[in-house]
């Protein structure tokens, strides 16, 4: 459906407002601090300064696809029906399995840019994760997945002649890989993997000055990958002991210092292209941290427990991981082939139970029992048990949290999610293969950084005069609270479905007495059952881009 452009009479006559939101994926105070300390980014120093600014609880689990879409719509996954890059499907025989790579026809809700198109805003959306296709907004949507060419253009942007205006030259490194072939696996181009990060934030960059030179904006959302891309690229690497110093190309020590710096100085010249009084918001969708040492086997913890499991063959399952992970897996990243043994070994018949990996920090464990008094027994045993679970080197709990689904999502795909939620704890790296331990060694080349609970939330204006306190730290942000956020500061009434509070700590005391905050029944929008969209190729381009960041094998 085409939205209609803004009549003049239809904005109030008070001052027109702006909001610049800048997405880093991945991006971590744990790096922007001791940058800070250095000097290393002065863009970031002035914001804080001028600004509010704390770190942002991630959705569960901490990764791309549902947080972006949390921070999209205010809700939570169990609202929105997005757990993961694949849909989830409940299958009687093997538990769950993954379905088609999500497109945007198929999350919940209305996002904040629906909700501000209909408000006649002027919006500007670039590359933000799970917007492909692109729809009618009263804008200009260039949408998130990365499909270049002219064969995605049709679905890739919206209006569909904005491709002529942007720049979409390919990464080719001086020994003649091409982008794509990279992005299908970072780690294992290291050595010209930053070359291709510097080029996207460059090429991005000037798209996203293209876009606010060329079109009227009221609110313009634009994003960069690149953090997370580095971080799980070359966190084994990092040398905090060179922060300060002058930083030497091709020194993969300091390649997240200088990404981080790169994208302090493409801010700075967006920054100068947007008026002063604009609101700026640089946020992430979660944090990052050190690779764990340790892999958990939480299939093999449910063999042992007589809940899972195995044909008679499946007894060399553990001899075959040994194999892979000390000879193998290093150079193949063999995990799908593992995983299809996996699946093969198992006795889904008389099996019980089954765990699944979301991110190295988060899984779940899918529960096939007859009868809701059994079912509610067991899942309550199985909770205290994991919570008790020790290493057997150190003696230290394994897990952070364990908790029932309905505690941790709530809503109408929630029939979707395993029964069982858990986040094992920073030192440990969740495997759903099968093995003869619970815990076993990590080969540190096959890692890299991992994705942390926690990313970032800078609220700032250039302007000195602007409703958000200067120099402020808050506590207790969500990424569902962006989306509200965003309306109360404009006035808009926030749908009651949403999930999220307005962050009232980012503003002025006077702001807040003089700004109620209105809540609308506008209705929850359940997703599309449309026929998915991606083609044999766009598919295998996008699940090359998950390969090349770890999220899939």
């Known amino acids: 459906m085409d939205i209609p452009e803004m ?20 991006a971590s105070f744990d790096i922007i601090h001791p940058m800070l300390k250095a000097g290393k980014m002065p863009t970031v120093q002035k914001l804080m300064e001028h600004g509010s600014y704390g770190r942002l609880r991630s959705t569960i689990p901490p990764i791309t696809a549902p947080a972006w879409c949390t921070l999209l719509n205010g809700m939570n996954p169990g609202k929105h029906g997005v757990y993961w890059f694949k849909e989830l499907k409940r299958d009687e025989k093997n538990f769950v399995g993954f379905g088609q790579v999500i497109d945007s026809r198929r999350i919940a809700g209305r996002t904040f840019l629906d909700v501000l198109s209909a408000e006649h805003y002027k919006v500007l959306s670039h590359l933000v994760p799970m917007t492909y296709p692109a729809w009618p907004l009263n804008g200009v949507m260039v949408s998130g997945w990365q499909l270049y060419g002219p064969e995605h253009s049709e679905k890739r942007y ?28 970072l780690k294992a181009h290291r050595d010209v993997t930053f070359q291709l990060l510097e080029h996207t934030i460059q090429k991005d960059l000037a798209n996203i000055l293209t876009l606010l030179e060329s079109y009227e904006w009221d609110v313009c959302m634009a994003y960069f990958t690149d953090p997370d891309c580095v971080q799980h690229t070359y966190w084994d690497f990092i040398a905090w002991n060179a922060i300060a110093g002058d930083y030497r190309e091709s020194d993969f020590g300091t390649a997240i210092f200088r990404i981080y710096q790169r994208l302090d100085d493409a801010l700075s010249e967006i920054l100068a292209h947007v008026p002063d009084d604009t609101i700026v918001l640089i946020i992430s969708d979660h944090g990052a941290q050190k690779a764990p040492d340790h892999y958990f086997f939480i299939n093999h913890f449910l063999k042992t427990r007589g809940l899972l499991k195995i044909k008679p063959l499946g007894v060399v399952a553990p001899f075959i991981w040994k194999v892979f992970n000390n000879q193998f897996l290093s150079i193949t990243r063999g995990h799908g082939v593992l995983q299809n043994l996996t699946n093969h070994f198992i006795d889904w018949k008389c099996s019980k139970a089954y765990g699944i990996w979301f991110s190295w920090l988060t899984g779940g464990i899918y529960l096939k029992i007859e009868g809701s008094v059994e079912y509610e027994r067991m899942r309550k045993n199985l909770i205290d048990e994991l919570l008790m679970v020790k290493d057997p080197l150190t003696g230290k709990s394994v897990f952070e949290e364990v908790r029932k689904r309905e505690e941790v999502w709530i809503g109408p795909y929630l029939e979707n999610a395993p029964d069982i939620v858990f986040n094992i704890k920073e030192h440990y790296m969740l495997n759903f293969l099968l093995s003869g331990c619970f815990v076993d060694s990590i080969r540190r080349e096959v890692i890299g950084g991992g994705h942390g609970m926690e990313g970032i939330l800078i609220a700032s204006s250039k302007n000195y005069d602007s409703p958000l306190k200067p120099h402020q730290e808050i506590a207790s942000a969500h990424l569902a609270d962006i989306m509200p956020t965003i309306l109360y500061y404009l006035g808009i009434p926030i749908p009651s479905y949403v999930d999220g509070r307005v962050i009232t700590d980012l503003f002025r005391e006077d702001f807040v007495n003089a700004t109620p905050i209105r809540v609308s029944e506008a209705p929850y929008e359940r997703k599309s059952d449309a026929a998915h969209i991606f083609s044999k190729e766009e598919l295998k381009k996008i699940e090359d881009r998950l390969k090349g960041l770890g999220y899939i094998d």
């Open 158 to 185: 919206y209006p569909r002649e904005i491709d002529s205006l942007l720049k979409e030259r390919e990464f080719i490194s001086s020994d003649g890989r091409r982008e794509s072939e990279i992005w299908a696996n």
């Open 7 to 26: 009549p003049e009479e239809g904005r109030q006559m008070e001052k027109r407002k702006r909001i610049l939101i800048v997405g880093w994926d991945g």
